[in-house]
């Protein structure tokens, strides 16, 4: 056996044996690395469920492959370095395969230090088949716009389309998939919302539930753990999302409900980025599901545009940005990130319950992500750097390619409009009208000033006031900048005053 492939942990697709297949290559003539790198486990304060989630679906990956006629090398090593070294020494394989790595810091190992840890060996690397997208699909465009990208995706992979067109004569159902949480969960009845299921640990999680609960550096809830780990598991775990949440997943998918983490959304994104999910069966079953009439258009649509639009948006981002992207601020935003990002104790509720979820269990739905988190985060002036880093840490699916783009782009604005095309602001108004946290809330949503004035507003008024030249620029926002300079100059100043305070007493304490 002269040829080793080696698996890199967020790469563990069903499609390996075919992808080798066309290669020549099978378990009689090549043989399978895989590594696990103690100092990658300790490398940041990683969510203690996204630990668990990663290294016991790689060894059940390993199992799985075993079980087919494949022989692993499955290693334990100090860091991928030395695990390769260690490989290479006791088996001197030929030449070595390798997929692309998703992450620059990836790539940037594959290229310049694993070419002198393999010896005489040869380094193949394959190209990176789980994503669809090229930066090259994004044109020329400094700030390309997602909806042009995501009609090229419809084109190229079919669905939702019928003679080159789009089916229903709609490219897009967005503008009726806003709806704000229903009376009734607004009154604390959510039983229509239906329960996620759960997988309980096998013998393999157990062990690395323990294995986990001995590393010093991590961060979240070491409990309740219950996420699937095999590509079995996680099929079924989406055949669930088909049955009971994709019908209503479109018109619910910006409302956010107290103790109500994953509404009607798929939470898939831990699973489709380790490879276990892939883009175009989940596609196919909710395109089906709305041929056999089991899902309305509006959240099928909506679905695929997710996974086809945004996922393959984002991620070409991140190759054509990167490494620039990672660093990029321009609004000069310095305030450090605050405490309560990680321990929760902040009197408010939308921020207190969003920190909650993600020490639970390393989620939030979008809407908490983008409109909670982030964008308190951005009208603070908090450093876009440090969010992204607790992004990163925090979230049982952050990997640097979704999250950096996400948090530097769409988050913070930081890339000055690469990702979106305006920044994602908004005032306690918005999260009043899609959430049921302001009811709960020692703050008023509808008060700018005084102690009991919800600290977003002010915050967003200054952070207009402070971006005026900026936001006025762009048709998209010179509303808010308008309104601004007409309110009278002593209320201006008040709300600067009062959102200087909340800087004092929020993030700075
Ligand atoms: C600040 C910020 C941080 C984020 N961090 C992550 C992250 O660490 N990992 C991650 O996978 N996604 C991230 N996202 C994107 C998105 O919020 C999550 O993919 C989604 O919430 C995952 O939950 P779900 O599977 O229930 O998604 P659903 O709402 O059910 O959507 C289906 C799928 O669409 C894809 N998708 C939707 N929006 C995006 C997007 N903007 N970027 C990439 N994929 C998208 C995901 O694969 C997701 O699983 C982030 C977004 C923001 C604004
Ligand atoms: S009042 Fe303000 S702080 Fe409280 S939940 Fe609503 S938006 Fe959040």
Redesign the pocket.
């Known amino acids: 056996m002269h040829t080793t492939v080696w698996i890199l942990g967020d790469q563990l697709s069903p499609r390996w044996a075919a992808w080798l297949r066309e290669r020549g290559l099978g378990p009689h003539n090549a043989r399978v690395l895989m590594i696990e790198s103690a100092q990658r486990l300790r490398a940041r304060p990683w969510h203690r469920h996204k630990l668990i989630l990663v290294l016991s679906a790689m060894r059940h990956f390993a199992e799985q492959l075993r079980a087919e006629g494949w022989t692993v090398d499955y290693r334990v090593a100090l860091n991928f370095a030395q695990g390769v070294r260690a490989h290479v020494q006791t088996y001197s394989p030929q030449r070595v395969l390798v997929m692309q790595p998703s992450t620059w810091q990836g790539a940037q190992f594959v290229v310049q230090r694993l070419p002198a840890l393999l010896g005489s060996a040869e380094l193949i690397v394959l190209p990176n088949r789980m994503f669809l997208a090229r930066p090259e699909d994004l044109g020329r465009a400094r700030s390309p716009l997602l909806e042009t990208f995501y009609r090229q995706m419809r084109r190229r992979t079919g669905f939702l389309m019928e003679n080159g067109q789009p089916v229903g004569g709609q490219w897009n159902y967005d503008a009726l998939n806003r709806q704000p949480p229903r009376k009734a969960w607004r009154e604390g009845d959510t039983r229509d919302i239906p329960p996620l299921p759960t997988f309980p640990p096998d013998a393999i999680t157990r062990a690395v539930i323990a294995e986990v609960a001995r590393i010093e550096t991590a961060w979240g809830a070491l409990e309740g753990f219950a996420l699937p780990v095999t590509r079995a598991d996680a099929l079924r775990f989406f055949e669930d999302f088909i049955a009971h949440r994709l019908p209503l997943?479109g018109p619910y998918?910006d409302a956010m409900v107290s103790g109500q983490p994953f509404l009607f959304?798929?939470?898939?994104?831990p699973l489709?980025?380790l490879g276990l999910l892939e883009r175009d069966e989940l596609c196919a079953a909710a395109e089906r599901a709305w041929r056999e009439g089991r899902a309305p258009l509006q959240s099928v649509e909506g679905?695929i545009r997710?996974?086809i639009g945004?996922?393959e948006f984002?991620y070409a981002i991140y190759w054509r940005e990167m490494p620039r992207l990672r660093t990029m601020n321009v609004l000069g935003a310095q305030h450090p990130l605050p405490r309560f990002y990680w321990d929760a104790q902040t009197e408010m509720a939308c921020l207190r319950e969003s920190v909650q979820s993600v020490w639970t269990r390393g989620y939030t739905?979008?809407i908490q992500?983008?409109m909670v988190?982030?964008n308190f985060a951005m009208l603070a002036g908090v450093s876009p750097q440090a969010l992204n880093e607790w992004?990163l840490s925090a979230?049982v699916?952050?990997?640097d390619w979704?999250?950096t783009p996400?948090?530097i782009g769409?988050?913070t604005f930081a890339d000055g409009g690469i990702v979106g095309t305006k920044p994602y602001a908004a005032s306690a108004n918005y999260i009043n009208k899609m959430s049921t946290y302001c009811m709960r809330c020692r703050y008023r949503p509808d008060k700018r000033l005084g102690d009991d004035a919800c600290p977003f507003n002010a915050l967003y008024w200054d952070f207009i006031a402070r971006h005026a030249d900026r936001l006025a620029a762009n048709p998209r926002t010179a509303m808010p900048v308008r309104a601004l300079r007409q309110m009278p100059e002593g209320d201006v100043r008040a709300l600067r005053a009062q959102a200087e305070r909340w800087v004092r007493e929020l993030i700075q304490p």
Do not use: K, P, T
């Open positions: 997943f998918e959304h798929a939470v898939i994104s489709i980025n679905f997710q996974l945004w996922r984002i739905h979008h992500r983008l988190l982030s992004f979230y699916d952050a990997y979704v999250v996400n948090v769409m988050g």
